[in-house]
């Protein structure tokens, strides 16, 4: 059984994200543990070459050259990282409503057709059947109830893309309200700390 730890926590020791990362990854056992720490091992963006490689490869399913091999390199390579794990656990800070760019750029990576999904009779399917996903968010606001409710892309997107590659089990925290004063502060992260554990007992059998 294998772990990937993806992180994206620019704050580092003073993320909230990292703290929760931190106690779930204490919680695991009888597993190898991956960690993709985003913040140094920043992932590609399509650029003309690599989408035109892409299309070809993974939609026409041409012959590629070299070069248009190595402009895929980065992408096939996280791809094939997240495909070895059996529990896949994502932890960042909400950055403008959604997901922080270099998360999305992971994702866009990794959402490769006729390898995470896949069109079958017509219809698209994920092929991540039996893995895990946990997804840890950290937001300054508050999402889960009051006048913000639909502005919450983070969580609810990152969700939706494990979805879409056909994760069997996928769970979400939102650490919302971190800066809302210390009281909302500390109540919220330790319910979240909670939900962490809760979920590291169940899957590892703690
Ligand atoms: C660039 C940037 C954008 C942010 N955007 C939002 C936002 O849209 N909504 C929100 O509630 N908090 C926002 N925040 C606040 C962070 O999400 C919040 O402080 C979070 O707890 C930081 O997570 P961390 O402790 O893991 O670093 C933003 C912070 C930064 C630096």
Known sequence: ?????VKYTPREERSNSKKLLDAF???IRNSEIEVLDL???VPDLFNVESMNA????????????NEQKKSMEKMDHMTRQMKSADIVVVAFPMHNFSMP????AWFDSIMLKGQTWD?????YSGLMNGKKALVIVSSGGFYASGPMVNWEHA???TKMEFQFMGFSDIRGILNEGMNAGNEAQSTNIKKSFDEVKKI????YGN
Not at 200 to 203: M, Q, R, S
């Open 155 to 157: 969580l609810s997107l």
């Open 200 to 203: 590291a007992a169940e899957w």
């Open 1 to 5: 059984m294998k772990t990937l730890l």
């Open 39 to 41: 913040c140094n091992d």
């Open 54 to 65: 892409y299309i070809r490869r993974n939609y026409l399913k041409e012959e590629i050259s």
């Open 101 to 104: 760019a270099t998360v999305k």
């Open 119 to 123: 069109v079958v009779d017509g219809k």
């Open 25 to 27: 990854k204490n919680e």
